[in-house]
């Protein structure tokens, strides 16, 4: 049967997506399903775990489906805050948006209280992603001239996490040149568009405009985060703090949380890497499709490591291990007897140099965790552990370091130094991953018969 002018296919940001190939064969006058094809919601493999998604609201009938789409973002894991413009709220309520998200919901740009709490700005940056569902024509056409008239508008130019638009109109809305002119500008500028769906629409008409049902964005906005950088490639992680006991109920270990090697590892996997984390013990749940070795000492560390590195592509050591452990441990609890004690302690293999050493050594990237001139200490230990690249941070500062959510990194390889703002450790997390996958593939172009006997 040939393509059926009624029921348009979906459109899909990729033009090698198995949808537009169907509407390419269709154009070319092939035979092609009628129905328009679905991405269908598979809760197993959809996660947003920790995503920090910003959900716009516009003006459009579709706003009724907004408090589902919430519900289905938060049952992926992830944490939803909501923006609504003026339209929006004349088709569902803020309270209801406020109740399904859990957040206060904002809709005013110059609103005293709200800035008081969390600002524009800081909701701008606080984003993962921004979805905007539905996004309406007007709302599009505002986005594509780089407007900042509402709340929406101005996170939308304010926000550099990726953004995505789910438009929802008229079916002649949608068609109109001016519409998909405004839909090119989006695309040019890296803004996804989600649907539209194709059938019998609000007014009554038939076509395509119609918003994607709230499973279908949640897929989508699942996959923003997958980049497909390291695909194929095996990623070694290490995360977290050693603990060297001293005696059954003591030891010694340091301030390190593990979040930032955990979020490293979330950021390889997404980038399509096969990833094992090997962990030193933290409070963290281990990332989902990531293999997660959990170990307790330096050594175990050394040794886990020491049994994966032979296939790894790429080598990231983010934990903080103690540089020395106890030469003896008691076996049973110390006790205070004398008012001074001398615990001898010896130093513990360095993990990071034996993976630099190793023969075929993996792409090399090492943490420096400084309190003082960064980059010439990230400098000296490049060179030191023969490292490609150190991603270093200042620690003892407020909000970043150790136990913060937030890191500022440079990142230091033989070129010189990167500098990266202040983020939340998920986003410098990515983008440590995308500099190391630039990195990777300049060093190991495609033809390296590294790469093929280790996949
Ligand atoms: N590292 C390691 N094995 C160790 C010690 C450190 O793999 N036994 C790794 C860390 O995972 C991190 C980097 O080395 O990637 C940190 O370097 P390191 O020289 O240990 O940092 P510091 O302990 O701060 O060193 P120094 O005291 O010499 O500054």
Redesign the pocket.
């Given at each position: 049967m040939r393509l059926n002018p009624a029921k348009p296919f979906l459109r899909y940001p990729s033009p090698s997506h198995p949808a537009n190939r169907t509407r390419e064969l269709a154009s070319e006058g092939h035979y092609v399903f009628a129905e328009p094809l679905q991405v269908h919601f598979n809760p197993i493999m959809v996660s947003l775990t920790n995503k920090r998604i910003l959900l716009g609201v516009t003006g459009s009938i579709a706003a009724y489906k907004s408090a589902e789409t919430v519900r289905r973002l938060r049952e992926a894991g992830a944490e939803v805050r909501v923006v609504m413009t003026r339209a929006a709220t004349e088709f569902i309520t803020a309270l209801t948006m406020q109740a399904v998200s859990g957040h206060p919901v904002r809709q005013h740009l110059l609103d005293e209280q709200a800035e008081s709490g969390m600002g524009h700005i800081e909701l701008a940056r606080w984003a993962d992603a921004v979805l905007v569902a539905p996004a309406s024509a007007n709302f599009m056409a505002k986005v594509a001239q780089g407007r900042a008239d509402d709340l929406l508008s101005t996170l939308c130019l304010a926000s550099g996490a990726p953004l995505a638009v789910a438009p929802a109109m008229n079916r002649q809305m949608w068609d109109n040149p001016l519409t998909q002119s405004n839909v090119a500008t989006l695309q040019k500028n890296g803004v996804r568009i989600f649907g539209p769906d194709s059938g019998t629409q609000a007014c009554g008409e038939t076509g395509a405009g119609r918003m994607i049902e709230p499973n279908d964005l949640v897929t989508m906005t699942a996959a923003m985060f997958e980049t497909g950088e390291l695909v194929g490639l095996n990623v070694l992680v290490?995360a977290g703090p050693t603990w060297e006991p001293i005696d059954p109920v003591r030891m010694i270990t340091n301030r390190s949380s593990g979040k930032m090697g955990y979020a490293v590892a979330t950021a390889a996997m997404e980038a399509g890497a096969r990833v094992t984390l090997v962990s030193g013990p933290t409070a963290l749940a281990s990332p989902e499709r990531v293999e997660c070795i959990r170990v307790t000492t330096?050594r175990e560390?050394?040794d886990a490591?020491q049994a994966r590195v032979a296939t790894a592509h790429v080598f990231?050591?983010?934990?903080?291990?103690?540089?020395y452990r106890p030469a003896q441990t008691a076996v049973d609890k110390i006790k205070k007897t004398a008012d001074t004690l001398d615990l001898v302690l010896i130093?513990?293999?360095?993990?990071?140099?034996?993976?630099s050493a190793h023969t075929p050594a993996p792409f090399v990237?090492?943490?420096?965790?400084?309190t003082g001139d960064l980059e010439r200490?990230a400098v000296a230990?490049l060179r030191?552990?023969r490292?490609d690249l150190?991603a270093a941070n200042l620690v003892g500062q407020p909000g970043s370091g150790f136990e913060a959510d937030d890191n500022h990194l440079i990142l230091v390889d033989a070129a010189g130094t990167v500098e990266l703002p202040l983020l939340s450790k998920a986003k410098a997390a990515r983008e440590l991953i995308h500099h190391i996958a630039v990195r990777y593939h300049a060093k190991n172009p495609a033809e390296n018969p590294r790469l093929a006997h280790r996949q």
């Open positions: 290490t330096a560390m050394f490591v990231v050591g983010a934990a903080a291990v103690a540089d130093r513990n293999p360095d993990i990071l140099a034996s993976v990237v090492g943490f420096a965790a400084e200490n230990k030191a552990k490292v150190i």
